[in-house]
């Protein structure tokens, strides 16, 4: 029933912290959590969401959701896109030296950060492994980056002050951190948040249902300032469909390029006159990222 009086002048925004079902965990402007239901009219509600809820009796109810800024989606098991969080505004791709980091990997994370229109950069972990050559040949491997704008940030939780690059970026951002398997998010995770027992306590305590689990999408206050969502679903999200043009649009540095081959119809993978291919050539597109680029592109729509 619609609320009246009092009630609704009690209004308030609030974050969806995480979803469990139809409960949901609304934190206030203060940091203050709350227990809510949700009118079945607003559609899907994911952790990160913003959200207006008024108080009730016994938690709250969420009455509208505000449009999101960012959706970040996985296929269900039918093949269509699930939100599983909204409105973040930075994806922190983890690579290490070990296990032997994927590039192709790593261009497929920074297309699908184009594609939902959020910052990205990669983060080095680990680097307390690696010294010498190694690490320089490491840090070089991964220079091609940087030259187009993603920041590359090298990071250890084992020392001292092994986060602080990492903890400056994250301060104005809602990010999540993605890689493959055995990078060390985990421990990133745990490093960057010292008082997630305690968030994590308090999140038991207003759901009522004893220890929080993190199964599910949550959203984290970092201690250095801004949020990370952390979930075992966001660590391995995947590209969505996407066309032809999509994906030369989330390869940033072919953007300048696209539409001044002499085809219109041009690949990029051998026609004569391919103004990308010329680029690689005269050195403004690394050669792995046009490899990288073919190598999605193969399967997907035609663009025309």
Known sequence: AALTGAAADAASPGRVVVRHGQNLYV?????????????????????GDRVVWQ?????????????????????????????????????????????EPSEY?????????EQIGVAALIALNKID??????????????????????????????????????????????????????????????????????????????????????????????????????SPGVRSFRLGRLDRAALEQGFRELRDYVGRCQFRDCSHAHEPGCAIRDAVEAGKIHPGRLANFLHMAEGLAPRY
Do not use: M, W
Request: aromatic share 4%; net charge positive.
């Open 55 to 99: 108080p009730t009796g016994s938690g709250g109810v969420v009455t509208a959701r505000l449009d999101r800024t960012s959706t970040l989606s996985r296929p269900d098991y039918a093949g269509r896109d699930k939100a599983i969080a909204a409105n973040i505004t930075q994806v922190v791709v983890v690579v290490a030296a070990r296990p």
């Open 129 to 230: 492994l690696v010294e010498g050559a190694e690490r320089e040949a490491l840090l070089s491997r991964f220079a091609r980056y940087p030259a187009i704008g993603y920041p590359l940030v090298t990071v250890s939780a084992k020392r001292a002050q092994g986060l602080a690059p990492l903890t400056e970026r994250l301060r104005d951002h809602t990010s999540i951190l993605v890689g493959q398997s055995g990078v060390g998010k985990s421990s990133l995770v745990n490093a960057l948040l010292p008082d997630r027992e305690a968030q994590t306590g308090r999140l038991s305590e207003t759901t009522g249902h004893g220890r929080h689990t993190t199964s599910a999408a949550t959203l984290y206050r970092l201690p250095g300032g801004g949020e990370l969502i952390d």
């Open 27 to 47: 934190a206030d402007e203060t940091g203050g959590l709350h227990h809510c239901l949700f009118r079945q009219n607003l559609g899907e509600l994911v952790c």
């Open 105 to 113: 990997l790593v261009d497929q994370y920074l297309v699908a950060a």
